[in-house]
């Protein structure tokens, strides 16, 4: 699951490059300060799930993404978690859970 989720991720932020072009970053840079725990970069994910950039299934990732930001004092990334998990049922909740956990122990295993 977190190769697919992985997969989908550098597809989408492929698609979101133009966005990011405009502060000089590159996508797959975003990706991996996210990976390697960069709070302000795991939100730029969440928020690229979230919006969809022509994914379906994004809430789960883009709550993932969320809950990793928002514990390093993030606070945009705890407003969009809090708002998000608001329209979730429980089990996706708990899918994002799941989700950020594997995201977080990828991490760990490679530092």
């Known amino acids: 699951m977190i190769r697919k989720a992985v997969l989908t991720l550098i597809g989408a932020v492929a698609l979101a490059g133009v966005a990011w072009a405009q502060d000089g970053s590159r996508p797959e ?4 300060a996210a ?11 969440g928020i690229l799930y979230e919006y969809g ?3 379906e299934d994004n809430k ?6 969320y809950m990793l930001a928002a514990p390093h004092g993030n606070p945009k990334a705890a407003q969009r978690r809090d708002l998000l998990m608001a329209r979730m049922s429980q089990a996706d909740i ?11 122990g990828t991490r760990a295993a490679a530092q």
């Open 53 to 55: 950039f022509y994914l």
């Open 29 to 32: 840079d975003v990706l991996n």
């Open 94 to 104: 708990e899918q994002a859970r799941k989700l950020s956990a594997q995201l977080q």
């Open 60 to 65: 789960v990732p883009a709550l993932a993404w």
């Open 35 to 45: 990976q390697s725990g960069d709070p302000a970069a795991q939100l730029q994910l």
